[in-house]
């Protein structure tokens, strides 16, 4: 068959009559999701430095070839200000928010927020999901640390590193568990 009915077609800059979005994909308001951060990379060095557990945060760079693309933590830099990546028409349709937990061979698995990029989302919605993610990452990764950090003396000196758990009335840590 040499007759290709697709070909010419581009999904990036035709709309079908049977699409439910016809216009071009562009980013959810993350200015207004997220006022008093200029970028990404804003967002990500508040939310790493005032979270306990330090998490990762990740945008997902959606591409017209579909591979698409992660930024993570240091690597937002790249992308630039909200406005400077609006000029750029990269578009931005789901971030990540994640963490390791210090000492142990563990993490807390990352939590998506999508980001409609046709225009279907509230900035308050996105928001609210993103600093809900944090607080659950965060609560988990202390779960975690609880579970595995435990010094010496807070159980009968049988502990193993990363394998006892944080005595919250421990005399020796405060209930803190070990240092690392």
Avoid at 35 to 59: H, N
Avoid at 114 to 134: F, L, Q, R, T
Avoid at 151 to 171: F, L
Wanted: hydrophobic letters at 25%; proline letters at 8%; aromatic letters at 12%.
């Amino acid at each position: 068959m040499n007759h290709d009915p697709f070909r010419g077609y581009d999904q990036w800059k035709t709309a079908s009559p049977y699409d439910e979005y016809p216009n071009e994909p562009e980013n959810c308001d993350f200015a207004q999701a997220f006022p008093d951060y200029e970028s990404p990379a804003d967002l990500y060095r508040a939310t790493y430095k005032y979270t306990a557990c330090g998490p990762s945060v990740g945008f997902h760079e959606r591409r017209p070839d579909n591979a698409g693309r992660w930024h993570y933590c240091s690597d937002l830099l790249k992308l630039g200000t909200w406005d400077e990546i609006n000029e750029r028409g990269i578009i931005l349709d789901c971030i990540s928010v994640s963490s390791i937990v210090e000492g142990v061979d563990a993490e807390v698995e990352a939590t998506y927020i999508d980001c409609d990029p046709y225009g279907g989302d509230d900035p308050e919605i996105i928001s609210k999901d993103y600093w809900n993610a944090v607080e659950y990452t965060n609560e988990r990764a202390n779960e975690i640390w609880n579970e595995t950090h435990g010094c010496e003396t807070c159980t009968d000196g049988e502990s193993r590193p990363g394998d006892t758990p944080v005595n919250p009335d421990c005399p020796n840590c405060g209930g803190n568990g070990i240092v690392i």
